[in-house]
């Protein structure tokens, strides 16, 4: 009376790499090199976009609410005109800096990263 009970199941090729795709989730591995090259050039290549946008979507909210107090849209006297004339032109200002302050952000981030990016690149194109 000495039966062997077994059981076997063996997965079917996409159930097979479904399983191994969520093994690979959970197994500690290290970035690549062309991996953390990638990840480089993403960080340099979008550093000060927040920051520039935020100066000038900034600068056209106080833009148009200049506007509309210049305009008399809100109140309808001059001293209101005077402070949106003042307002527009420093929400003109605003929209103006959006972009020198994208350009300096972006060049301290190039400027910090390059010799990593560099040396990456030279490796792998050693390899290669």
Known sequence: MNQDTTFIYKYSAKENKEV??????????????????????????????????????????????????????????????????ILGIIGMVGMIFAYPVYRKISQKAKSEYTPRILKLTDELMIVN
């Open 20 to 85: 191994q795709e969520i093994r690979k989730k959970y197994l500690l591995c290290e970035e690549s090199k062309l991996e953390e090259l990638k990840r480089l050039d993403y960080t340099v290549q979008n550093s000060g976009m927040i920051e520039s946008l935020c100066v000038g979507i900034g600068g056209v909210l106080v833009f148009g609410f200049g506007l509309c107090l210049a305009m008399q849209v809100i109140g309808n006297n001059v001293f209101t005109t005077m402070i949106g004339v």
